[in-house]
């Protein structure tokens, strides 16, 4: 059976300041950095065949991290980059209300379809499953990838939820199982996420 573990990149300041970031390139911040580490300490502990990160430097600097502990080779798609956030990227919420007015999520801010993102993502998954059979693999990517990701493969709206910095998902894909939802327990000692 092929598992798959979805990683969302560590922190940056962007997603401190409430900034949309998308395809815009924003390295980790010194927290991003520590919590990654903290990640791949814990990936270490356990059994992962191969490493696919976005190409966006938040996500690699966090597969990388990771592949320092494990000692697995990275290897990077654009498939896995985050939803393009079009004219909003870099704005927070008041920003975008103050220049678009509070309807704004209704105008045409060139974002990236939500179609044209699990499109892509499932290709990748497909693709990936196809070629490594009954292997471990992790995937390093952003929030609302993964989020859109994990709904298509368990076709389940009630995996809608938001997924946090440097959380853990892990997927069966032969049996449409989630393993474990969102969980970050590398960070406090212990499960808190959601175990399925």
Sequence with gaps: MTIIGFVRHGVTAWNKEGR?????????DEE?????????VRLADEE?????????????????????ESGIEVVEDE??????GGLIEGTTE???QQKWGPQW??????????????ARGLEFVNEQVQKNPNQRLIFVSHGSFIKRI?????????????IDNTSLTIINI?????LLLNDTAHLVGGLNGNPL
């Design 20 to 28: 949309a970031q998308g395809s815009s390139n924003i390295p980790l």
């Design 32 to 40: 991003g950095v520590e919590t990654a580490k903290k990640l791949a």
């Design 48 to 68: 992962w065949d191969a490493i696919f990160t976005s190409p966006l430097t938040r996500a690699r600097q966090t597969a990388d991290l990771i592949a320092s």
């Design 79 to 84: 498939r896995l980059r985050e939803r393009s």
């Design 94 to 96: 008041p920003e975008r």
């Design 105 to 118: 999520r209704e105008l045409d801010l060139q974002f990236e379809t939500a179609e044209n993102v699990v």
């Design 150 to 162: 994990i709904v298509a493969l368990m076709e389940d709206d009630s995996y809608t939820i938001k």
């Design 174 to 178: 032969e049996k449409k199982s989630c």
